[in-house]
């Protein structure tokens, strides 16, 4: 379990983490999702004290995590390829780690078997592909059999087979009991990987739920009609106040009704209809929609300016409105 | 799309608790010494600079002495065979002051430190056990070069050497070698003060060989003498030498300032280390 509190980062004038609370629970894979930029990685450093928070604290099992006696065996942390030193060999790397905790070769071993790094074990960590480094950092966050297991996007550099172990590793580890945070700035990877979200932009907490309510949360972003009687169909949504855009292949999209809406309509006016569905929000979607604000590079957005969230609860449920963001959203999903 | 399962109680897995322990760092760190290439080289460097120049400065006096003209003139102002055989110690203090560099200031520039204080999160054993690891291995690798330097040496000064029976001599190769760990542990802890090698060196290289040659042009009114006597890098030169220098501290006052030097720093070095974020 991990428990942040208030948890504040600043370096210099720019605030790299704002009063961010959350919690890593057992038994579950959390998903920290935000931009580049937005303090993913930070938060996760002020997890282990390799960062000092300058307000707040963050704790692992109750104790901030340098008061651990065992720290290998309370948070496996995969931070980025680069904290392996280029000139030692794997096998060395993981045996000097072992040996602080007093950790026997044979650990050694299983891990390096586990992640797929015997036949280089011997290597220097600096020939490593980006791939066989996050392998090795893998390794060594599962050195410990770690209670908690923290993953700095982890897919990095990965190929199609490694990221379909990664997912299934993760899973696996959550369902010992463990805590699993993994962050990442793919929305799909963790629409696939995720029980739980952590969402943060620019430092801010803009999302702490299951992955499901975060969809849910944002608006359906149409309903997909096809009729053969395209006139009767447009005066239909004309009439009830919607919007028709025709997507090309014969089908229509209506924004502004629900789909119980049409079809009820359809029926009491006798308008064939062979397809009917809500087009759902993707993941990415819900995320574009309450980051926009938040995204570090939105042009004109200094620090601080104006409030991060728009939370899509308070909007009415008429027309959407159509924002060139979202506008952009639909287009590449599409 | 994952099914929502926060509610679900799960049982949170109890590890194996797998401590760190002071037997466990002096491991971790012996390990990691030994496994960087540029380490074992840097060591090697210096065992070739203690031996050779040892050798070759002794072969260069024993050449001198034997010259019909020059040599009853030098001979006639003292021999110190003891000396020309250590020649080779002064080069090797920036050697060793590298490799207490590299030890801490690598990790820092190839992101390692992040999983050295990960592992070991109170910090202090690491810089703790680095600086153990380092003394002792400095310790034995160039007490032998020392010895072996004092003996290849004086076998070819042949009976103009020295011997190690001789009044002083034993005090000046253990002199010797202290402060070879002397210099390797204030190079650690520069290290760990500036975190980047290139720096690192070139302030040690300075602080050794540079600044020594600055004060003596400091005037005696603005007590250059004691400056002189006091700096860091000569402190220590009468615990090298067989006969006193009379211009530098004697050797337990010497030794003294010298470990004074090497402590402040060490604990300049572990404060920062200590504090700053990775």
């Given at each position: ?26 038994g ?43 720290p ?30 007093g ?7 299983e ?13 220097r960590?600096?020939g ?11 390794a ?13 996007e ?16 993760m ?14 700035h793919?929305m ?56 028709l ?30 397809e009917l569905?809500t ?9 574009m929609?309450l ?14 300016a ?24 639909q287009?590449?999903?599409? | 799309?994952s ?25 971790a760190?012996?390990?990691k ?30 050449d ?22 250590l ?5 090797a203090?920036l050697?060793?002051?590298a ?21 070991a999160?109170?910090?202090?054993g ?5 600086a153990a ?47 070879l ?10 290290g ?18 540079v ?5 003596m ?33 004697d050797?337990w006052a ?7 030097w090497?402590l ?9 280390l ?5």
């Open positions: 379990m991990i428990e942040a509190r208030g948890l504040r980062k600043v370096y210099g004038r720019k605030t790299a983490v704002h009063d961010l609370s959350f919690t890593v629970r057992p579950i894979v959390t998903g920290f999702l935000g931009p580049n930029g937005s303090g993913k990685s930070t938060t996760m450093r002020m997890v282990l004290g390799l960062d000092r928070p300058t307000a707040g604290q963050v704790l692992v099992d109750g104790r901030p995590f340098a008061q651990h006696r065992a290998l065996s309370s948070v496996g942390a995969l931070l980025d390829a680069k904290a392996v030193h280029t000139g030692r060999s794997a096998l060395n790397h993981l045996r000097a780690m072992a040996a602080t905790a950790i026997g070769r044979a650990r050694v071993d891990v390096i078997d586990l992640v797929g790094l015997r036949e280089v074990a011997a290597k960590a600096g490593f592909s980006l791939g066989m480094g996050q392998r090795l950092g893998i060594s966050a599962l050195l410990g059999d770690p209670a908690n297991v923290m993953f700095d982890p897919v990095n550099g990965l190929d199609p087979d490694g990221i379909l172990w990664i997912r299934n590793l899973k696996s580890l959550a369902a010992e009991g463990r805590s699993v945070f993994v962050s990442s793919l799909s990877e963790m629409a696939l990987t995720a029980d739980h979200l952590v969402v943060i932009g620019r430092g801010r907490l803009i999302a702490d739920e299951s992955v499901q309510a975060f969809v849910d949360r944002v608006r359906p972003r149409g309903v997909t009609v096809r009729s053969p009687q395209v006139a009767q169909l447009t005066d239909l949504v004309r009439d009830a106040g919607g919007e855009v025709a997507t090309g292949d014969g089908a229509f999209e209506v924004r502004g009704l629900s789909a119980e809406r049409i079809g009820d309509e359809a029926l009491r006016r006798g308008v064939a209809v062979h569905h087009v759902r929000a993707s993941l990415e979607e819900a995320f929609q980051t926009a604000d938040a995204v570090e590079y939105a042009a004109h957005a200094g620090p601080g104006g409030p991060v969230l728009d939370l899509p609860a308070d909007r009415p449920a008429g027309p959407a409105p159509s924002t060139r963001e979202q506008r952009e959203t287009e590449v999903s599409r | 799309m099914t929502p399962v926060v509610d679900r109680p799960s049982p949170q897995y109890r590890p194996v608790e797998h401590r760190v322990s002071a037997a466990g760092l002096l491991r760190e012996w390990i010494f030994w496994s960087v290439r540029s380490v074992a080289w840097t060591m090697v460097a210096a065992v070739v600079a203690i031996v050779g120049l040892g050798v070759l400065l002794s072969w260069a006096l024993r001198v002495l034997a010259d019909p003209q020059a040599g009853p003139a030098v001979a006639a102002q003292g021999v110190d065979a003891t000396a020309a055989s020649q080779g110690a002064q080069m203090w050697i060793v002051a490799v207490g560099v590299i030890v801490v200031a690598g990790e820092y520039s190839t992101g390692m430190v992040r999983t050295s204080f990960t592992t999160p109170r910090r202090l690491v810089l703790a056990a680095k690891v380092l003394a002792v291995s400095v310790l034995v690798v160039t007490g032998v070069s020392v010895l072996a330097a004092f003996l290849l040496g004086q076998a070819v000064l042949g009976e103009r050497g020295a011997s190690l029976g001789d009044d002083g001599v034993a005090r000046a190769l253990v002199g010797n070698v202290l402060v760990v002397g210099f390797a542990l204030a190079g650690l802890a520069v760990a003060l500036m975190r980047n090698t290139a720096g690192a060196v070139c302030t040690v290289l300075a602080a050794i060989f600044v020594p040659l600055l004060l042009a400091v005037p005696e009114s603005w007590g250059g003498d004691t400056l002189r006597e006091y700096w860091f890098s000569n402190a220590p030169t009468n615990l090298t030498t067989v006969s006193e220098v009379p211009s530098y501290l050797a010497g030794t003294g300032v010298f470990a004074a090497v402040v720093l060490l604990a300049l070095g572990a404060l920062v200590k504090r700053r974020d990775v």
